[in-house]
């Protein structure tokens, strides 16, 4: 019987039968693991990524989590990393190798640019970025060696949404892998496979721990890409902390919940934004009037808590006089948990493909995460911000 979201969340993972009866499962903190006998030995040589061979490979807390994503995400399988960048690392270079061809979204996660631009680079690899409001049209830039179509939607910092369903039927008949960061929606919000999607990237840091208390990543793959991205997990050396991993699993149990709060203080923060003389333009993919909301209202089910506000120009000095100022939000970086964040970002880095259109906004970007406080208390946060603002404008 299928299950829905709530109750997979509630219940993936889990089997407290095989635990006396224990609803969680428990934490294994593992290096050594002991053969009976010389065939069973042997016979982990030969099947090295099934059960418990060696603590790297992974312990029956990794495998809960991983099961646990698998059925939310409808994937084959899954592996797990020691942070969101890992998994980025580690989908990338199952499939790269010297002398291949990577398409990157323009509106890529910062990290994921300076990684192509540095080690791929390095290893031969050519990237090139391609703005994210292609789709289809994505076709005209696949080439022989083209291994790797990579997507994250809603795009970091401007938040583009892409029209997957389009660029995979595009990719669908070339040799290329999609690959897509889905951090921003989860599981719960964007079905990535139902999609045409790969390979499912999840920096399980934010919304699936939820709490700012640990690094942890998570792949999800297809069939066909499971084995390739295990491979090379291995290869490398990954390894997530088992503790971290238990901390995914218990932040999955509330997850619904705590998206539907943020999406709910995002919205209410942005109603009380867009009236603020100071905002030039607010983006968040939820609201009517923002540019790829009709294929986010196709695709995804509802919206998380990360959005950016553009203010009007100001002076570093006015900027500083607002964000240092702050009690609520935190000025620092990541998000997905409970508290509310704010970072101030330049535009020069926000546009690399050569067929994106300039960035149009003269003013700061103030990128926000809603956490889970009293929408209220926030308003109040940001009204003060704004006022020190305005206070510190020259007479």
């Not at 969101?84 to 640019?113: C, E, K, N, W």
């Not at 022989?144 to 910092?157: D, I």
């Not at 995979?168 to 690959?179: D, F, G, P």
Request: proline letters at 7%; a negative charge.
């Amino acid at each position: 019987m299928a299950r829905r979201k709530d109750t997979q969340l509630t219940h993936g993972g889990r089997n407290p039968r095989q635990h006396q009866g224990i609803v969680n499962p428990p934490v294994y903190h593992a290096s050594t693991v002991l053969f009976p006998t010389l065939d069973a030995l042997e016979y982990s040589h030969l099947k090295p990524y099934e059960g418990v061979s060696y603590g790297r490979y992974g312990t029956p807390t990794h495998f809960a989590f991983e099961q646990a994503l698998c059925e939310l995400d409808g994937a084959h399988g899954a592996v797990t990393t020691s942070s969101g960048l890992a998994a980025i690392h580690i989908a990338l270079t199952a499939f790269l190798g010297q002398g291949d061809h990577l398409l990157m979204v323009d509106s890529v996660y910062g990290p994921t640019r300076r990684l192509c631009d540095g080690l791929l680079k390095q290893q031969g690899i050519e990237t090139t970025y391609y703005d994210p409001t292609i789709g289809a049209g994505i076709k005209q830039l696949l080439r022989p060696n083209t291994r790797v179509v990579y997507v994250e939607s809603p795009g970091s910092l401007t938040f583009e949404i892409q029209d997957i369903p389009a660029i995979s039927s595009a990719v669908e008949s070339s040799r290329a892998v999609v690959i897509m960061d889905n951090t921003w929606a989860t599981p719960l919000l964007f079905p990535a496979f139902e999609r045409g999607v790969d390979v499912c990237i999840h920096a399980a840091t934010k919304y699936i721990v939820g709490h700012a208390d640990a690094m942890l990543g998570i792949i999800t793959c297809n069939a066909e890409c499971y084995e390739p991205v295990k491979r090379t997990a291995v290869a490398i050396g990954n390894c997530a902390g088992p503790d971290d991993v238990y901390l995914g699993l218990r932040g999955l149990r509330t997850l619904a919940v705590r998206l539907s709060q943020h999406q709910q203080n995002a919205l209410m923060l942005c109603d009380w934004l867009r009236k603020q003389p100071e905002v030039e333009e607010l983006l968040f993919p939820a609201l009517p009037d923002h540019p790829g909301h009709a294929v986010w209202r196709r695709d995804f089910s509802g919206a998380s808590g990360l959005l950016a506000v553009v203010l009007k120009p100001c002076s570093r000095s006015e900027l500083a006089a607002m964000v240092d100022g702050f009690s609520l939000f935190g000025m620092g970086y990541s998000w997905g948990g409970y508290e509310s964040l704010v970072i101030p970002v330049g535009a020069d880095t926000l546009r690399h493909a050569r067929t994106a259109k300039p960035w149009p906004h003269a003013g700061p970007l103030l990128r926000l995460h809603a956490g889970l406080e009293d929408p209220q208390d926030l308003i109040e946060d940001l009204q003060a911000g704004f006022e020190r603002l305005r206070q510190a404008r020259p007479l």
